[in-house]
């Protein structure tokens, strides 16, 4: 049998190879050493033990990007605790059903969120331990303690407790009810698909075990991560957990909002090595900075910058590499489900085009019926990944059959994303075939918004597509039918679905149409719908 990696295990061996006096987290002022780091999540691991958690519980955070959300994952790999992601954006009935959902025993959350958690809080009687960071109050079953007790309490000792690869990370993603579900995510499998201490893109084989990997690491500089979107989704959780893994530095920003100027000052101050973006949403404020100040902010230090989850222009990566000829530039084609779906590289000798990926050494494109595509076919398919792949979703069995197929003998997870194969092998990608609108890395279903809306006593009928925007990537847009004698109050509709909706999933834009013209059978055509959007947008 192969070596089976554990994070737990990886993180207890890098802290005895990285220079204790090295920044492991930085966060506006605030730095903690790796020194520091190691007593601090071997001592926050102890005492969620000791506490009352048991190795397998779930954790969730409830946490914007912040030195103790890194801190609680390593501590949560260390005790053997399984971590689940909360978005911070949704309101009460989403919160509660997650938190059910994913039977977390200990929920750790930023005190600006208090108010929600105490409406929520008796809802929940699995939850034992109630964590709030920053102000530092902590509510348990057992008694009031503290976060910095947890962290400060001990002798940073390591926590005797057996891991394996099969210990899971999940990581909660919508559903196409609007619902998230938890993708199951093994240790073992996780680390190999992100390429277990090698980089398959640069052609760096993979390590064989974890001597190997400490050797490796101990002979090329330590990483400097800064992920910028929140650590809550999957891209940026993935690469604040890899600068950990490789005993490197994860850099955030004390900003509630994405704020260009910072992130930048930050590269400029902390010599960041590696930047991690949702597509335009963040690449093109950054651009538009660089090119207001051109000689404000030495970025000199990046080596790359990875996306995954929108696309990301050509214009703007060029624009990136005027100001760091040296960096390299990945789009990543993937989700919480697939991770290596296809990958696109972009240097000041290479350029590409929009929705061009490469497809991964692990994936094919296959019809609804499983039948392989053929490059240069002009037949659209859906791209599918085998290999390291999740176990599937937590406690759904029906949405897990529905993702991940066995097609030929081979399972293999199959997303949704629809794409066509070019005679060269590479794809392009088509959209989602639910539809799903991907704002500023966010997944919305159009279904949710949808419903929402026609709660509204005005609306008869409602479609939401997502259309072309420079800042967000796609701008929810509705087109509404409305009963008759109403008028359509777009402010008034918007505070409306507030009630039913996180605020990123309200439209952006609202329009009326006497009839949404559905098929006999009530299907929507939402290629006409749309066309009729952008054509009363550019009115």
């Given at each position: 049998?192969?070596?089976?990696?554990?994070?737990?295990?990886?993180?207890?061996?890098?802290?005895?190879?990285?220079?204790?006096?090295?920044?492991?987290?930085?966060?506006?002022?605030?730095?903690?050493?790796?020194?520091?780091?190691?007593?601090?999540?071997?001592?926050?691991?102890?005492?969620?033990?000791?506490?009352?958690?048991?190795?397998?519980?779930?954790?969730?955070?409830?946490?914007?990007?912040?030195?103790?959300?890194?801190?609680?994952?390593?501590?949560?790999?260390?005790?053997?605790?399984?971590?689940?992601?909360?978005?911070?954006?949704?309101?009460?009935?989403?919160?509660?059903?997650?938190?059910?959902?994913?039977?977390?025993?200990?929920?750790?959350?930023?005190?600006?969120?208090?108010?929600?958690?105490?409406?929520?809080?008796?809802?929940?009687?699995?939850?034992?331990?109630?964590?709030?960071?920053?102000?530092?109050?902590t509510h348990s079953e057992a008694e009031d303690s503290y976060y910095e007790d947890f962290v400060n309490n001990g002798d940073g000792s390591l926590v005797?407790?057996?891991?394996?690869?099969?210990?899971?990370?999940?990581?909660?993603?919508?559903?196409?009810?609007?619902?998230?579900?938890?993708?199951?995510?093994?240790?073992?499998?996780?680390?190999?698909?992100?390429?277990?201490?090698?980089?398959?893109?640069?052609?760096?084989?993979?390590?064989?075990?974890?001597?190997?990997?400490?050797?490796?690491?101990?002979?090329?500089?330590?990483?400097?991560?800064?992920?910028?979107?929140?650590?809550?989704?999957?891209?940026?959780?993935?690469?604040?957990?890899?600068?950990?893994?490789?005993?490197?530095?994860?850099?955030?920003?004390?900003?509630?909002?994405?704020?260009?100027?910072?992130?930048?000052?930050?590269?400029?101050?902390?010599?960041?090595?590696?930047?991690?973006?949702?597509?335009?949403?963040?690449?093109?404020?950054?651009?538009?900075?660089?090119?207001?100040?051109?000689?404000?902010?030495?970025?000199s230090s990046i080596k790359v910058i990875s996306s995954s989850g929108v696309m990301w222009t050509r214009e703007i990566k060029a624009g990136l590499l005027?100001?760091?000829?040296?960096?390299l530039l990945a789009d990543g084609f993937s989700s919480s489900e697939a991770i290596g779906l296809g990958s696109s590289i972009m240097t000041k000798d290479?350029?590409?085009?929009?929705?061009?990926?490469?497809?991964?050494?692990?994936?094919?494109?296959?019809?609804?019926?499983?039948?392989?595509?053929?490059?240069?076919?002009?037949?659209?398919?859906?791209?599918?990944?085998?290999?390291?792949?999740?176990?599937?979703?937590?406690?759904?069995?029906?949405?897990?059959?529905?993702?991940?197929?066995?097609?030929?003998?081979?399972?293999?997870?199959?997303?949704?994303?629809?794409?066509?194969?070019?005679?060269?092998?590479?794809?392009?990608?088509?959209?989602?075939?639910?539809?799903?609108?991907?704002?500023?890395?966010?997944?919305?279903?159009?279904?949710?918004?949808?419903?929402?809306?026609?709660?509204?006593?005005?609306?008869?009928?409602?479609?939401?597509?997502?259309?072309?925007?420079?800042?967000?990537?796609?701008?929810?847009?509705?087109?509404?039918?409305?009963?008759?004698?109403?008028?359509?109050?777009?402010?008034?509709?918007?505070?409306?679905?507030?009630?039913?909706?996180?605020?990123?999933?309200?439209?952006?834009?609202?329009?009326?149409?006497?009839?949404?013209?559905?098929?006999?059978?009530?299907?929507?055509?939402?290629?006409?719908?749309?066309?009729?959007?952008?054509?009363?947008?550019?009115?």
């Open positions: 049998m192969s070596y089976q990696w554990n994070y737990g295990e990886i993180l207890n061996a890098v802290d005895e190879i990285t220079p204790g006096n090295r920044p492991a987290l930085i966060h506006g002022h605030r730095v903690i050493t790796h020194d520091s780091f190691r007593i601090r999540t071997n001592n926050l691991a102890r005492n969620l033990l000791d506490n009352g958690a048991e190795p397998g519980d779930k954790i969730a955070f409830y946490m914007r990007n912040c030195p103790e959300y890194s801190e609680g994952i390593a501590a949560a790999f260390k005790a053997s605790l399984t971590h689940v992601n909360v978005n911070y954006r949704y309101i009460e009935h989403e919160l509660v059903y997650l938190l059910d959902n994913s039977d977390a025993t200990v929920v750790m959350y930023h005190s600006e969120f208090e108010p929600f958690v105490e409406q929520i809080h008796e809802q929940l009687p699995g939850v034992k331990q109630w964590i709030e960071v920053e102000e530092g109050h005797d407790v057996t891991r394996s690869g099969d210990d899971m990370l999940f990581i909660y993603t919508g559903g196409t009810t609007g619902m998230p579900k938890g993708v199951m995510w093994r240790h073992d499998d996780l680390f190999r698909v992100l390429g277990a201490g090698g980089n398959p893109r640069m052609g760096i084989p993979p390590c064989e075990d974890l001597d190997e990997l400490l050797t490796r690491l101990q002979a090329q500089p330590f990483p400097i991560n800064l992920p910028l979107p929140p650590m809550m989704h999957g891209t940026g959780l993935l690469s604040a957990v890899s600068a950990m893994a490789a005993g490197g530095t994860c850099v955030t920003l004390p900003s509630r909002s994405f704020e260009p100027r910072l992130a930048l000052q930050n590269v400029n101050d902390h010599k960041v090595s590696a930047v991690t973006i949702v597509g335009d949403a963040f690449a093109r404020p950054i651009l538009e900075a660089l090119d207001e100040d051109p000689n404000q902010y030495d970025i005027r100001h760091n000829e040296n960096m290479a350029e590409i085009e929009v929705a061009s990926f490469t497809l991964g050494a692990h994936c094919k494109v296959f019809t609804e019926d499983g039948i392989e595509v053929l490059p240069g076919s002009n037949e659209p398919g859906m791209v599918a990944v085998r290999g390291h792949l999740p176990v599937g979703y937590y406690k759904d069995e029906e949405k897990t059959a529905k993702t991940f197929k066995v097609i030929e003998g081979v399972r293999y997870s199959i997303p949704g994303d629809w794409v066509q194969v070019e005679l060269d092998g590479t794809l392009t990608l088509l959209g989602r075939g639910s539809n799903c609108i991907n704002t500023a890395g966010e997944k919305v279903f159009p279904e949710e918004v949808e419903e929402a809306l026609k709660f509204h006593q005005a609306i008869a009928d409602a479609l939401v597509v997502g259309l072309p925007d420079p800042k967000w990537g796609q701008a929810i847009t509705a087109v509404v039918q409305l009963n008759p004698g109403f008028e359509l109050d777009e402010n008034e509709v918007h505070e409306f679905v507030r009630q039913h909706l996180a605020a990123y999933k309200i439209p952006k834009h609202i329009f009326a149409k006497p009839s949404l013209d559905r098929a006999a059978n009530g299907k929507a055509d939402y290629t006409s719908i749309k066309a009729y959007a952008e054509t009363r947008l550019a009115g």
